[in-house]
């Protein structure tokens, strides 16, 4: 799944060219859902950057501890809650990682998943134009999960869509039409993405020091031909 994110600066230019920044990105080296988080929207025709709320609130939720952080990419169709935003409000989110734990024998041994490169990645998710009176005036967003590929699937069998920047206009225009959109959401290649272990710091989301994201062992990676 998606519990945690590692957001460092990033080159936002570079991702998405001609990006409006409405609100500084966020940045935490242990983001936890129910925070606020950068996502950019598609606004008459231009990306910009702007904070939602991370767990999405329809107008009928009551409790604030029930807003979905994620959404699986095959019931998104199946599932009111995300059809009509997956239809016609879809977002990026920039990161720099996404932690993962593997079940050990006495612990969880926490990993951090990232490209290989350590380049930016940008997560498919979508958003509730919505609020509560829980989140006032607060737009909201959940990531989309696919299936991991065979590398990472020791770690979770689930993680957060990941839209290559060439597709990200495609992806947050709602006049792609859904089945173009959905095509969109397919497994990370092994090339891609990678992960090494963390201390086990990042359990804790009241800690926000770099040390949370420090490697304490070697990237687990596809190895090159």
């Known amino acids: 799944m998606a519990g945690r994110l590692h957001i460092a600066s990033l080159d936002l230019e570079c991702l998405l060219p001609g990006l409006e920044v409405d609100a500084p990105l966020v940045t935490s080296p242990n983001l936890a859902p129910r925070r606020p988080l950068s996502a950019i929207r598609l606004e008459a025709d231009r990306p910009h950057l702007s ?3 991370w767990g999405l609130t329809p107008p009928w939720l009551e409790v604030l501890d029930r807003a979905p952080h994620c959404a699986r990419a095959e019931s998104l169709e199946a599932r009111p809650m995300f059809r009509e935003a997956f239809l016609a409000r879809r977002c990026l989110v920039p990161v720099s990682g996404v932690y993962a ?3 050990q024998a006495r612990f969880k ?5 990232t490209r290989v490169d350590r380049g930016p990645l940008l997560l498919a998710g979508l958003w509730c134009r919505f609020h509560t009176s829980l989140v006032e005036h607060t737009d909201s967003l ?3 999960t696919v299936p991991t590929n065979a590398l990472l699937a020791p770690l979770t069998d ?3 869509g990941v839209i290559a920047p060439g597709d990200g206009r495609r992806w947050l225009d709602p006049r792609t039409p859904p ?3 959905r095509a969109l959401l397919t497994t990370a290649p092994m090339e891609l993405l990678g992960a090494f272990p963390v201390s086990r710091r990042v359990n804790d989301p009241a800690h926000q020091d770099p040390a949370c994201a420090y ?3 070697p990237m687990l ?3 090159p031909r």
């Open 221 to 223: 990676r596809r190895n």
């Open 215 to 217: 490697p304490t062992g």
């Open 101 to 103: 734990w593997r079940v």
């Open 142 to 144: 959940a990531l989309i």
């Open 109 to 113: 041994q926490p990993f951090l998943v």
């Open 51 to 53: 904070r939602l709320f």
């Open 158 to 160: 689930r993680l957060p």
């Open 179 to 181: 089945g173009e959109a």
